[in-house]
């Protein structure tokens, strides 16, 4: 079951929408995305949530495709002087444009993909793209879970990665 599409819920839930916000203790979320309610079942439904603080962004894309990236771009301007990018549909070729990366810039990029995952995700493509764009890379399929501690005017700092930081008793020498 999706996330993205809540007429396969087994509870009452409607899409969300470009426009909805809502703060928390300072926080400010915010839906970029879709801006009108989408027929189809595909990525491109996705909600995409954007969570500013001060000069601090994190923007979760979901799965959505390059099909609507410049529509998502244009949503989150201005961008963030500090941004952390969860990569879009976990590294996949119908994601991440030249364009895209360029647009949001991101500081860090981070790569939601399972260890030898049947998808291949991320696609090389895609990695080179960030890198060559200078962003940063986690891949939760070697760093585990990623703890972030966001400050409101500095750079958004990686204070912990689980499978490197975490070491489980069997792997210790």
Known sequence: MAGHEPTRLTIPASQCLAGESWNWNGVEFRIVHPREPLSSIDNDRCCVLAVRSGGSELVLPGDITKAVESEVATALDPIAAHLVLQIPHHGSKTSSSVDFIADLHPQLGLISAGYMNRFHHPNGSVVARYTTA???????????????????DATPQVVEQGRIDRHPYWRED
């Open 134 to 152: 200078g962003v940063d890379l986690l891949n939760s399929a070697q760093s585990g879970f990623v703890a972030i501690r966001f400050a409101p």
